[in-house]
């Protein structure tokens, strides 16, 4: 009999996760006068130790507690608080009040325009909103939501108690699979979806991080440079301050300017950095340009996710930094829906580039595991393109009001105790079934077409539910690659963006008859929106017009950076009218 052709299945390794909220964790290392935050400040101590940090949080922990009514909601709704502030050590205490407060934290840019703003507020029901000066109190006024300054928040909790908070005082005891965040992204109906991100998936990314890359005895400081609402910021921001380090939080200005974001990073040492493609391809650039200064000599780790890695990119950064001499870059990939990542590959030499078509998106995190399927949801075998699926510990609790359940499944390969699946998964990778009804966990050895038993590890119910990704892959030489979208969504600067809704936006501007938006020079790594715009009779309107009404209801990176009017375009526009139609 002839060996079994390999499955497009992978599974990372299965491993312990603390069960207990984030607070805890880092109430374990409040006693320490270690600093925690540093920041740019010419008035007052420009750093927070661990023990300060505690301190401030269960303060203010008690004045939101204090302010959050939770008269009228049902109990299985979730607790959330509004967060409208720029990036600031009172943010990262806001947050982390939050949590101790027994709730989420749901955050908006201050420069979000109000239909965003309302939207969120109206579909979060968040029982207050902090916000700074940054933001102004109008913003919340039509919303019903009570909204305090952080500054006015911060003299309420100096009234306070800073001990530790009993259950008592919480607006709701946190759990493990407590909600701790929820993040809004953008949707294909026009209107955005909040994410609901546990603490137990939170956790499991986070622990993760701290196995497969370990923070070096001489790693002292981490940086903070990504908007508060993109999921990656919940690792830099969390990364470092679970694990006793510094966080150095970097001005929007800072992260903007290649060259300030290079002097800051090689003036506090940074050894690590989370960035998008584009990102990378700037820092790269200024690098180039001067070359007598051989910068970041220090920074090993270079983290791509948000956008596709193309090996043009990454061949000039190992031209730059040479080969097999501690430099790594790593290529992560995911969505806000599955706690910002859930595959990874590393790279560490130029030569590594000729051995995939792509640069892979690589092997699932530990507690997950990807399917690729095809359209009945059958797994393909290695070498065939299918949809990516994702299961395990760091999917997200779905979307607030349960919204897009097509998104959210049950997994029809998961194995219950007592059960057979009917799928024919198992038998073609030779699993008994008497493995099966014992609820036993394996692993599926692709080099030898064998499943492996595992007596110790019972089945766990975080595999009982699958995400649909809308993106396609394939299974090759047990790494997955990335083959593209099945929508319309695209990434802009590590942004998630579907054009169908950036569409529908401008398609409501007054004088606009048709659209069609569509993504350009994604290939080269610079992508950006353009809008294709036929105008209705006698409309009289330029780009500008249209960019500054679309401010009202995008964000700044969804909005487009040209509108071709199609009636005096020759670039055969029409026919992609009709086609989108």
């Given at each position: 009999?002839?060996?079994?052709?390999?499955?497009?299945?992978?599974?990372?390794?299965?491993?312990?996760?603390?069960?207990?909220?984030?607070?805890?964790?880092?109430?374990?290392?409040?006693?320490?006068?270690?600093?925690?935050?540093?920041?740019?400040?010419?008035?007052?101590?420009?750093?927070?130790?661990?023990?300060?940090?505690?301190?401030?949080?269960?303060?203010?922990?008690?004045?939101?507690?204090?302010?959050?009514?939770?008269?009228?909601?049902?109990?299985?709704?979730?607790?959330?608080?509004?967060?409208?502030?720029?990036?600031?050590?009172?943010?990262?205490?806001?947050?982390?009040?939050?949590?101790?407060?027994?709730?989420?934290?749901?955050?908006?840019?201050?420069?979000?325009?109000?239909?965003?703003?309302?939207?969120?507020?109206?579909?979060?029901?968040?029982?207050?909103?902090?916000?700074?000066?940054?933001?102004?109190?109008?913003?919340?006024?039509?919303?019903?939501?009570?909204?305090?300054?952080?500054?006015?928040?911060?003299?309420?909790?100096?009234?306070?108690?800073?001990?530790?908070?009993?259950?008592?005082?919480?607006?709701?005891?946190?759990?493990?699979?407590?909600?701790?965040?929820?993040?809004?992204?953008?949707?294909?109906?026009?209107?955005?979806?909040?994410?609901?991100?546990?603490?137990?998936?939170?956790?499991?990314?986070?622990?993760?991080?701290?196995?497969?890359?370990?923070?070096?005895?001489?790693?002292?400081?981490?940086?903070?440079?990504?908007?508060?609402?993109?999921?990656?910021?919940?690792?830099?921001?969390?990364?470092?301050?679970?694990?006793?380090?510094?966080?150095?939080?970097?001005?929007?200005?800072?992260?903007?300017?290649?060259?300030?974001?290079?002097?800051?990073?090689?003036?506090?040492?940074?050894?690590?950095?989370?960035?998008?493609?584009?990102?990378?391809?700037?820092?790269?650039?200024?690098?180039?340009?001067?070359?007598?200064?051989?910068?970041?000599?220090?920074?090993?780790?270079?983290?791509?996710?948000?956008?596709?890695?193309?090996?043009?990119?990454?061949?000039?950064?190992?031209?730059?930094?040479?080969?097999?001499?501690?430099?790594?870059?790593?290529?992560?990939?995911?969505?806000?829906?599955?706690?910002?990542?859930?595959?990874?590959?590393?790279?560490?030499?130029?030569?590594?580039?000729?051995?995939?078509?792509?640069?892979?998106?690589?092997?699932?995190?530990?507690?997950?595991?990807?399917?690729?399927?095809?359209?009945?949801?059958?797994?393909?075998?290695?070498?065939?393109?299918?949809?990516?699926?994702?299961?395990?510990?760091?999917?997200?609790?779905?979307?607030?009001?349960?919204?897009?359940?097509?998104?959210?499944?049950?997994?029809?390969?998961?194995?219950?105790?007592?059960?057979?699946?009917?799928?024919?998964?198992?038998?073609?990778?030779?699993?008994?079934?008497?493995?099966?009804?014992?609820?036993?966990?394996?692993?599926?050895?692709?080099?030898?077409?064998?499943?492996?038993?595992?007596?110790?590890?019972?089945?766990?119910?975080?595999?009982?539910?699958?995400?649909?990704?809308?993106?396609?892959?394939?299974?090759?030489?047990?790494?997955?690659?990335?083959?593209?979208?099945?929508?319309?969504?695209?990434?802009?600067?590590?942004?998630?963006?579907?054009?169908?809704?950036?569409?529908?936006?401008?398609?409501?501007?007054?004088?606009?008859?048709?659209?069609?938006?569509?993504?350009?020079?994604?290939?080269?790594?610079?992508?950006?929106?353009?809008?294709?715009?036929?105008?209705?009779?006698?409309?009289?309107?330029?780009g500008h017009h249209i960019e500054a009404a679309l401010k009202n209801s995008l964000t700044h990176y969804m909005i487009p950076q040209n509108y071709p009017d199609t009636e005096n375009d020759s670039s055969n526009m029409a026919g992609k009218l009709m086609q989108f139609g």
């Amino acid at each position: 009999m002839g060996s079994l052709p390999r499955l497009s299945v992978t599974m990372g390794e299965r491993r312990p996760v603390p069960t207990a909220p984030l607070p805890e964790h880092f109430s374990r290392l409040a006693t320490s006068k270690q600093t925690a935050l540093l920041y740019d400040d010419e008035v007052t101590n420009n750093r927070v130790t661990y023990a300060e940090l505690e301190t401030r949080a269960n303060a203010l922990a008690r004045a939101i507690a204090a302010r959050g009514s939770v008269n009228g909601r049902n109990t299985d709704e979730d607790f959330v608080v509004a967060v409208c502030m720029q990036p600031t050590h009172g943010t990262v205490t806001t947050l982390l009040a939050i949590w101790k407060a027994g709730a989420a934290y749901v955050p908006m840019e201050p420069t979000f325009p109000q239909a965003r703003i309302s939207h969120i507020l109206k579909d979060a029901q968040p029982c207050l909103v902090v916000y700074d000066d940054t933001a102004k109190p109008k913003m919340f006024a039509d919303s019903g939501v009570p909204a305090v300054a952080y500054e006015a928040l911060l003299l309420e909790s100096s009234g306070y108690s800073t001990q530790e908070l009993e259950d008592r005082e919480l607006l709701n005891p946190l759990e493990s699979e407590s909600i701790g965040i929820v993040l809004y992204t953008s949707g294909s109906t026009g209107v955005p979806k909040g994410v609901r991100l546990s603490h137990s998936a939170i956790c499991n990314r986070l622990w993760w991080q701290f196995t497969t890359f370990p923070f070096s005895n001489d790693e002292d400081i981490c940086v903070w440079k990504t908007a508060l609402t993109f999921v990656d910021s919940v690792c830099e921001i969390w990364g470092p301050l679970l694990n006793g380090r510094a966080l150095r939080i970097l001005s929007k200005e800072t992260t903007r300017d290649p060259q300030r974001l290079v002097e800051e990073l090689a003036e506090n040492r940074i050894q690590r950095l989370v960035l998008v493609p584009t990102l990378l391809r700037s820092i790269l650039l200024y690098l180039s340009l001067n070359p007598s200064e051989k910068l970041l000599k220090r920074l090993k780790l270079w983290v791509c996710s948000g956008e596709t890695l193309n090996k043009d990119l990454a061949g000039q950064f190992f031209q730059y930094f040479g080969d097999n001499n501690g430099f790594k870059l790593a290529n992560f990939y995911g969505s806000t829906e599955v706690m910002g990542d859930v595959t990874y590959y590393v790279l560490e030499s130029f030569d590594q580039l000729s051995l995939f078509p792509t640069i892979p998106i690589g092997s699932p995190l530990q507690n997950c595991a990807v399917y690729i399927l095809d359209e009945e949801m059958n797994v393909v075998r290695e070498g065939e393109t299918g949809e990516i699926w994702v299961g395990g510990m760091n999917l997200a609790n779905g979307y607030v009001g349960g919204q897009a359940p097509e998104k959210f499944m049950d997994n029809p390969h998961t194995a219950h105790p007592g059960t057979q699946p009917t799928n024919s998964l198992y038998t073609n990778m030779g699993v008994p079934s008497s493995w099966l009804k014992e609820g036993k966990t394996f692993q599926y050895n692709v080099d030898k077409h064998k499943a492996i038993k595992h007596e110790t590890i019972s089945l766990g119910e975080e595999f009982n539910r699958l995400y649909r990704t809308g993106d396609f892959g394939l299974l090759q030489k047990g790494e997955i690659l990335y083959m593209g979208r099945l929508d319309s969504q695209v990434k802009i600067r590590g942004h998630r963006v579907d054009l169908q809704e950036v569409e529908s936006a401008v398609s409501n501007v007054p004088g606009v008859e048709k659209c069609v938006v569509l993504c350009y020079g994604a290939d080269r790594g610079t992508p950006e929106i353009l809008a294709f715009v036929t105008l209705q009779d006698e409309a009289r309107l330029a780009g500008h017009h249209i960019e500054a009404a679309l401010k009202n209801s995008l964000t700044h990176y969804m909005i487009p950076q040209n509108y071709p009017d199609t009636e005096n375009d020759s670039s055969n526009m029409a026919g992609k009218l009709m086609q989108f139609g």
